[in-house]
């Protein structure tokens, strides 16, 4: 994101529509590190009831932000992706062992929860950590 697109947000913040307020505040709560960012949200004022609404919508979408996929070193992964494993894994409920260094092909993302990701090994669908991975490129 260029932080430096989002200075039109001082005239914006000034909008008598509140929809337009809202919408300022959080570009300028979220680019608050910013020096300019911080110094226009000291300056802008939001009745109770529009700062409210401001507020209420904030936290679901900085939650969202955070529900990403990672592996090992830190890399975003998706569906579809090649992983790499980084330990040997015993499968919990069978004989499998997965290998330091087999690769899953074509994985999917556990939903709700960023720890965990599916694979197929030796034909058989597992539940592996993210922590074990990195993103084959």
């Not at 000034?14 to 300022?24: F, G, H, L, N």
């Not at 830190?74 to 494993?85: K, Y």
């Amino acid at each position: 994101m260029d932080k430096n697109h989002w200075r039109c947000l001082s005239t914006s913040m000034w909008s008598e529509v509140p929809s337009v307020q809202v919408v300022s505040w959080r570009m300028l709560n979220r680019l608050s590190a910013e020096g300019w960012a911080a110094d226009l949200l000291d300056m802008m004022y939001l009745e109770d009831e529009t700062l409210s609404w401001a507020k209420a919508f904030d936290d679901d979408d900085a939650a969202e932000a955070d529900e990403i996929h990672k592996d090992a070193l830190g890399s975003p992964l998706q569906t579809g992706d090649s992983v790499v494993l980084t330990k040997t894994l015993d499968v919990k409920g069978s004989s499998l062992n997965a290998k330091l260094g087999t690769v899953v092909k074509n994985i999917r993302l556990v939903e709700n929860n960023t720890d965990q990701i599916e694979g197929r090994i030796e034909g058989q669908v597992i539940v592996i950590l993210t922590k074990y991975v990195r993103k084959q490129n």
